[in-house]
C-alpha cells in the first residue's frame, strides 16, 4: 500500500482508493477497497465494563491513531 501510493500528490479520496486498488503480491493477492463514508461521533464514551474486559494496548509509534483492544482471556 505504501508504494502504490509513494511519490503522488494525493488529491481525492477516489484517486486514494484507485492506487490502492492496483495493489497486488507476487502470488496474485489483490486489494478490495471500501471507502466509509458515515460520519462517527467523535468523544462517544464506551461502557465502563468494556475497558475492564478489553485493555487498550497503544502502539509505540503512533499511539494517539494506532491501538488495539485486547480481549481478556
Given at each position: 500500500?505504501?508504494?502504490?501510493?509513494?511519490?503522488?500528490?494525493?488529491?481525492?479520496?477516489?484517486?486514494?482508493?484507485?492506487?490502492?486498488?492496483r495493489?497486488?503480491?507476487q502470488?496474485?493477492?489483490?486489494?478490495?477497497?471500501?471507502?466509509?463514508?458515515?460520519?462517527?461521533?467523535?468523544?462517544?464514551?464506551?461502557?465502563?465494563?468494556?475497558?475492564?474486559?478489553?485493555?487498550?494496548?497503544?502502539?509505540?509509534?503512533?499511539?494517539?491513531?494506532n491501538?488495539?483492544?485486547?480481549?481478556?482471556?
Open positions: 500500500m505504501t508504494r502504490a501510493c509513494q511519490g503522488v500528490l494525493l488529491q481525492t479520496l477516489e484517486q486514494v482508493k484507485s492506487l490502492m486498488e495493489t497486488h503480491t502470488q496474485g493477492l489483490r486489494v478490495d477497497v471500501h471507502i466509509l463514508d458515515q460520519l462517527y461521533e467523535i468523544g462517544k464514551k464506551v461502557a465502563d465494563t468494556f475497558k475492564d474486559n478489553m485493555p487498550i494496548q497503544f502502539d509505540d509509534f503512533l499511539p494517539k491513531w491501538y488495539c483492544a485486547i480481549p481478556s482471556a
